[in-house]
């Protein structure tokens, strides 16, 4: 069987996921809680690894600029909880919602714009429309998968209607109206403006004075404090703030595993330009950064980049115009065939001349080069860390048969959350001294390693592959007398023999720390 796809691809993903301890369904002991996601000690593991190798390529070794100069980025790590008046400023409070429609009869809530791709996919319409006889249907699977559908609750009178020929005729015939539930078959309400921001009260009394709200992106803690590192760093235009952390969206259909959920990590840079200079580094972030997600491995098939049309852009990018995503193809990403991964948008002076209204505060920089005062313009690289994990998750996950655990996860190496498998072929003989010592130097030198002496070095291996371990070093016989050992590479099988000496070197190169 090669590497499934689609449906039956996230079907075995998520399956492993739990199994190996990558991500848990969050309170699961409790039947769970729609849109919330546990990473387990492998998947931890793993994300870690993504957030640093981006933290590494903005803070710690940024990219070389446009202008053959080192890109300049600070760090950052705010809180969750802002002054109310930050999501007033940003835009947030009035406009960061989703038109919601509600069935009128099983009372679930659809994101207006993703309805009808549900309906599309939903187990009630295949069912209808492949049957000829709706009455039969009716009082059968009808009953089970459409209890809300017009001909389900009233099979009389829709009946007694002519029933129309061709598959959206005989769909609205049989709901009775153009706008259906997916779940039920019954009928939307119109849709009504739902706002994604999780509220909370900070202190004793929750009243609306005390009202706050979870963050809903990490970017507006960078405009915030845009002032307080101008003035306490040496930083120059143009130049970057960054920071990964969580955020949370009250999402009104959470779907497709992590993919989308109510709370997740972002990766976000806020790029600070003279307004003259914007395009340029535009076009630097979205090469930069889609040339990064294909170094960890996302194959250029299922990456591309796109930019929005008018129809979609944020209302930060809206004078603009500017706004592109890295889209990776998700095994759900459908007819569409790709689906956002990370925003780059040309934000204008949007936020810090919001900022500057509500807060009273000038936020103008004073650039000694040009000899002028302006309010910086932004160019905003927006990554997802756990949307980015499911990318990685999905293009790691690979179907050998012809392997003694068909099932291997191929990260690449700086991402694996085990760099190596450390295992005495015997439990004896001198053995397990030298595969313990070879095991502390790795975990010192390397990372996380797995110490495994148990069952078959088939099984040992097929437990390594499935966590994505990208070697597996054998101390057998031979070692003890000529100290030597064999190195397993996970995706091609083959072993080689070196000195066991030379194993954190050997790693060292191809795993990097
Ligand atoms: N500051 C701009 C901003 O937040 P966004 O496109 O809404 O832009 C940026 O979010 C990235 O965050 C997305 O490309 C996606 O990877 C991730 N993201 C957004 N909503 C998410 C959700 N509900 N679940 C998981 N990741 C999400």
Redo the contacts with the bound molecule.
């Keep these: 069987m090669p590497t499934p796809t689609g449906p039956a691809l996230m079907e075995k993903l998520v399956a492993l996921c739990k199994r190996r301890g990558f991500v848990f369904q969050s309170s699961e002991i409790y039947g769970g809680i729609n849109g919330f996601w546990d990473y387990g000690p492998l998947g931890v593991e793993v994300k870690n690894n993504l957030r640093d190798v981006w933290w590494d390529v903005m803070v710690h070794n940024p990219p070389t600029g446009p202008d053959g100069e080192e890109v300049q980025i600070v760090g950052l790590d705010c809180s969750i909880i802002s002054h109310p008046k930050v999501w007033e400023a940003s835009g947030h409070l009035g406009g960061f919602s989703d038109p919601m429609q509600t069935c009128r009869q099983c009372k679930r809530l659809f994101r207006a714009d993703h309805a009808s791709e549900a309906l599309a996919e939903s187990r009630w319409v295949a069912s209808f429309l492949e049957t000829a006889d709706s009455r039969r249907w009716a009082e059968r699977e009808g009953r089970k998968l459409a209890p809300g559908l017009a001909l389900v609750r009233n099979t009389q009178a829709v009946l007694g209607q002519a029933e129309p020929p061709g598959r959206a005729g005989r769909l609205r015939w049989a709901a009775q109206t153009e706008q259906m539930c997916p779940e039920c078959g019954g009928d939307l309400t119109e849709p009504r403006q739902f706002n994604l921001m999780f509220e909370t009260w900070v202190g004793a009394v929750r009243d609306e004075e005390n009202k706050a709200y979870l963050r809903p ?3 507006q803690g960078m405009f915030y404090n845009f002032k307080n590192v101008v003035d306490s760093t040496r930083v120059k235009m143009p130049f970057g703030i960054c920071q990964v952390g969580r ?1 949370f ?1 009250n ?1 009104v259909t ?1 779907r497709n595993f ?5 709370e ?1 990590d ?1 990766m ?1 840079l806020e790029f600070f330009v003279h307004p003259s200079d914007t395009r340029r580094w535009y076009e630097y972030w979205r090469q930069t950064r889609w040339e990064w997600w294909r170094s960890l491995g996302l194959a250029d098939e299922r990456l591309r980049v796109r930019e929005h049309d008018r129809d979609e852009l ?1 209302h930060y990018a809206k004078d603009s115009g500017a706004c592109c ?1 890295v889209e990776y193809a998700f095994p759900f990403s459908g007819d569409k065939g790709f689906t ?4 780059i ?1 040309y934000r204008t002076d949007y936020d810090l001349a919001q900022h500057q209204k509500v807060s009273g505060t000038r936020l103008e920089y004073f650039d000694q080069d040009r000899n002028e005062r302006y309010l910086p313009h932004v160019i ?1 690289p ?3 860390l ?3 994990l499911l990318a990685v998750l999905c293009e790691a996950y690979t179907v050998d048969e012809s392997r003694p655990s068909p099932e291997l996860m191929r990260f690449h190496p700086r991402l694996a959350p085990i760099k190596a498998g450390v295992f005495p072929l015997v439990n004896k003989e001198g053995m397990p001294e030298i595969a313990e010592r070879i095991y502390k130097d790795v975990r010192r030198h390397i990372g996380p390693a797995q110490y495994d002496a148990k069952q078959s070095i088939g099984k040992r291996y097929a437990r390594m592959d499935e966590a994505g371990t990208p070697y597996c070093i054998t101390i057998d016989g031979q070692t003890v007398t000529d100290q030597t050992v064999t190195v397993r590479d996970r995706d091609t099988g083959n072993q080689v023999r070196i000195e066991a000496e030379q194993v954190v070197e050997y790693l060292q190169e191809r795993v990097g720390r």
């Design positions: 992106e990490t970017a955020s969206r999402e959470p992590i993919f989308r959920s109510r997740f972002q976000e944020a995503d956002e991964l990370e925003g948008a905003e927006a990554a997802g756990t949307r980015g």
